[in-house]
């Protein structure tokens, strides 16, 4: 599909032409000045803090049914999911260079986020901005002075007959072979340990392997350094930016049993790996703030929350301060908090985490650095149609080249100075580790040494096996997420860190609905089935804060499904049987040590 003429202007100014074509998903819209007749009702009116994917998707339900919704956000809309411009780089007529905090992928364990960018209307897509979705047909492993490892992602694209133990023992087993190369008795063995966690009942997932490290789950101290390095560093480090000595067994592990069954076509909502086929805020963001104000949805960008006061049991309003640094006190009916934990938890008082005592445990969840850096190059590199994973590097680097993906763009024509080919966007896991070219940690780095080092480890990742895939002739410019800042200072700052997840994290997260009558989170944090800082996490945290606001609002109107991970019927026999061994104080059946 060619979009190569959609801008942003043109979704803000055709927003109601396509309102209409919104009617897909749990619940159809409204017309807008019916939804605006229901929202001059008392008792109807939300302040939503946060304009990322929890403020948005809270927006999003609450303004279909009939409630006033405020939109509160300090910077920009999208949050850590939004693209940006790379300021200076346009020329002829061209829009800026496209930027992003981080690549994004939408694998098919998602459920919930699919459904709400199905219900946002986009321009000639029958099904919204989920059209604007491709699947990358493989990816890579990459490593140094080693072949690297090509492989194909599975998707049967239809949904296979029922399968038993020994055929997902089969295919873990082929998997984990192709995809490390690893010798047969540690194949075997680290399959063996998939399959203990995929057994294992709730009870014991939650009290045992939520206290057990990655890192000694899979007995990774006595395995060869290919095994430590992709099946204990790089899935936890790469995949939920956490070390393997002190991930959460559980988290790692409910994600690993997902992305399997997703390979296998079992409960998936599509292939495991899907991207957007165009920048973020062009394919998807913008297109949701339009048809966000078609319902009525009012956004205040720019503002900060201050404070989220509290008295005579409920919260009685914000402590707002507007983009001048006046403040002022806004009220509602229900105020919702979208904000990431490490923002969020600095707006709670002293009197609102006394009226719920659960507030005060967000203290002890954890964020990281996990940050984006993006080159662009004027040669188009040839490297894998899909996502590199650099699991050798020092920082544990993973990136894509992203033009080969977006169909609709001609990259040259459309971006910068008409001479960058390709967009190369890398993230950054590891902070804390030495560099090659520096021998320095990237918190120690200058801006430029950052980049600098990226750009080094990219080289030694994929220009070792006798072909030259990155040229430095080819280097145009690079960019930094800006949300980081002081680097080669004392004390360099990340305004967008993501919550890790270490050993008892599951235990700390709070529920949507806090103690407070009027007052709910919405994030990644909360406490929702899939257990990681993602975009599918964070939208159902929203889904959970909305229907428990209809709750207490006494509402009649739809609740928001909220549709959790998958569970294999065929596998929940096992899981009932290792929940007897579990009370009896035994061992998973398979559990071999």
Request: hydrophobic content about 40%; glycine content about 10%; charged content about 25%.
């Amino acid at each position: 599909m060619h979009r190569t003429g959609t801008t942003r202007r043109t979704f803000m100014a055709g927003a109601t032409a396509v309102t209409g074509a919104a009617g897909v998903g749990a619940l159809s819209t409204a017309p807008a000045r019916a939804a605006a007749a229901r929202r001059a009702a008392p008792g109807r009116s939300v302040a939503v803090f946060g304009g990322g994917v929890a403020g948005l998707t809270a927006a999003h339900e609450l303004a279909e049914r009939g409630f006033s919704v405020t939109v509160y956000e300090r910077r920009a809309l999208g949050g850590k999911a939004r693209s940006m411009d790379v300021p200076g780089s346009a020329r002829g007529g061209r829009r800026p260079l496209p930027a992003e905090h981080g690549f994004r992928f939408i694998p098919g364990i998602y459920h919930n986020l699919p459904d709400t960018m199905r219900r946002i209307p986009f321009p000639g897509n029958p099904d919204g901005v989920f059209g604007n979705l491709v699947a990358p047909p493989e990816m890579m492993f990459a490593r140094t002075g080693r072949e690297d490892l090509r492989m194909p992602i599975p998707w049967p694209g239809h949904q296979p007959a029922r399968l038993t133990l020994e055929d997902i023992r089969r295919a873990l087993t082929a998997l984990v072979e192709t995809a490390t190369g690893l010798p047969l008795h540690e194949a075997v063995y680290f399959v063996n340990r998939a399959l203990v966690f995929l057994t294992s009942c709730d009870e014991r997932r939650d009290e045992v392997w939520e206290r057990t490290p990655w890192w000694e789950f899979t007995r990774a101290a006595r395995m060869s350094e290919t095994y430590q390095r992709i099946l204990a560093i790089g899935v936890t480090r790469n995949i939920v930016a956490t070390r393997a000595e002190e991930a959460s067994t559980r988290t790692v592990g409910t994600l690993g049993e997902a992305f399997v069954f997703n390979a296998l076509g079992r409960g998936a909502d599509g292939p495991p790996d899907r991207i957007l086929d165009a920048p973020t805020n062009e394919a998807w963001i913008d297109p949701w703030e339009a048809h966000l104000r078609s319902l009525g949805v009012e956004f205040r960008i720019g503002w900060t929350l201050r404070e989220v006061r509290y008295g005579e049991g409920r919260v009685t309003g914000a402590l707002v301060e507007d983009p001048g640094g006046v403040r002022s006190t806004v009220t509602a009916d229900h105020y919702v908090s979208a904000l990431p934990v490490e923002h969020a938890r600095r707006t709670w008082g002293t009197a609102l985490r006394a009226a719920d005592p659960r507030l005060a445990r967000c203290d002890l969840l954890r964020t990281d650095w996990m940050t984006g850096i993006q080159f662009y190059l004027t040669e188009r590199p040839p490297m894998v149609h899909g996502h590199v994973n650099c699991v050798d590097s020092p920082w544990s680097l993973t990136g894509i080249a992203q033009a080969g993906h977006w169909p609709g763009r001609d990259f040259p024509a459309d971006y910068g100075d008409g001479t960058v080919v390709d967009c190369l966007s890398v993230d950054i896991s590891e902070w804390d580790k030495p560099g090659i070219l520096y021998g320095k940690p990237a918190r120690q780095c200058t801006r430029e040494q950052v980049a600098r080092e990226v750009w080094a480890q990219l080289k030694a990742a994929l220009n070792d096996t006798g072909r030259t895939v990155l040229k430095d002739g080819a280097l145009h410019s690079w960019f930094l997420d800006p949300g980081v800042d002081g680097l080669g200072t004392p004390n360099p700052t990340n305004e967008d860190e993501l919550l890790i997840h270490p050993v008892g994290s599951f235990h700390l997260r709070p529920p949507a609905a806090t103690a407070v009558p009027n007052f709910f989170l919405a994030g990644d944090y909360v406490a929702v089935d899939i257990d990681l800082a993602t975009m599918e996490g964070a939208n159902a945290a929203a889904r959970q804060a909305v229907n428990a606001l209809l709750d207490r609002a006494g509402s009649d109107a739809p609740r928001c499904v909220v549709k959790p991970l998958f569970r294999a019927p065929e596998i929940e026999a096992l899981k009932r049987h290792d929940l007897i061994r579990y009370r009896l104080g035994l061992r998973n059946a398979l559990d071999l040590g």
